[in-house]
Each structure stands twice: as structure tokens, then as C-alpha cells.
């Protein structure tokens, strides 16, 4: 069985930086293909950022040029630094991992199998 563990989420104000982890684990230790996605109350979960099975990092428009993401692959780990934060990045953060199929996009939630529990980032003017 697959696990992934998000963590890394908290309170900062606005121009600030937080740095969220997700680290999979079991039958999904090796995923290459993994995502950041964002709740944000009243719209749809999006995405955010993530890095696709050609190793490419993939980034969502909104936040482009401020967040950062890499990935340890020696313990199975994602982590989007993610830098000049503002109030709208506010919201509950998850991570997703295994495309559906090779090549996917990362950052588009119908495509990753596997989901962690969210992390709440609040963002203060």
C-alpha cells in the first residue's frame, strides 16, 4: 500500500516563505511523477506544482517565478519552497503522487492516483 505524508504548512505573513514536504512511501516509494495542489475556500482544488516522470518541473501560472520545487529522491521526498508568499495562497495544501499514465502533467488533479492529507497555509496581509 501507498502512503504519502504532506507536512511543512503554517502561518506567515505576506512576502514570507514556507517550505511543505511530501514524502511517499510503500508500494509508492519511487513515484516520479508527483504534485502540489491548493484549496482555496470557494474555488476548486488546483494546481500548483510538480515534477512529471521526464523529471520536469511543472509550475501553475499563479505562481510561477515565487515557488520552487525539487525532490530528494534518496528518501522519496518533494518539497516546494515556496518564497514572496501573498494572502491568496492562503488555503490547504495537498500532495499527490503516480500519474495514470506516463507523461502526464503533474499539476492536473484527474491525473495522480495517489493523495495525502492536506496542510493548511495561512498567509496574512
Known amino acids: 500500500q501507498g502512503r504519502l505524508v504532506g507536512s511543512g504548512g503554517g502561518s506567515v505573513q505576506a512576502g514570507g516563505s514556507l517550505r511543505l514536504s511530501c514524502a511517499a512511501s510503500g508500494s509508492i516509494g519511487s513515484a516520479a511523477c508527483m504534485g502540489w495542489f491548493r484549496q482555496v475556500r470557494g474555488k476548486e482544488l488546483g494546481g500548483v506544482a510538480g515534477?512529471?516522470?521526464?523529471?520536469?518541473?511543472i509550475y501553475g501560472d499563479t505562481v510561477k517565478g515565487r515557488f520552487t520545487i525539487s525532490k530528494d529522491n534518496a528518501d522519496n521526498t518533494m518539497y516546494p519552497e515556496m518564497n514572496t508568499l501573498k494572502p491568496e495562497d492562503t488555503g490547504t495544501y495537498y500532495c499527490a503522487a503516480v500519474c495514470m499514465r506516463y507523461g502526464m502533467s503533474p499539476i492536473e488533479k484527474s491525473h495522480l492516483r495517489y493523495w495525502g492529507q492536506g496542510t493548511q497555509v495561512t498567509v496574512s496581509s
Open positions: 515534477i512529471d516522470n521526464y523529471r520536469r518541473k
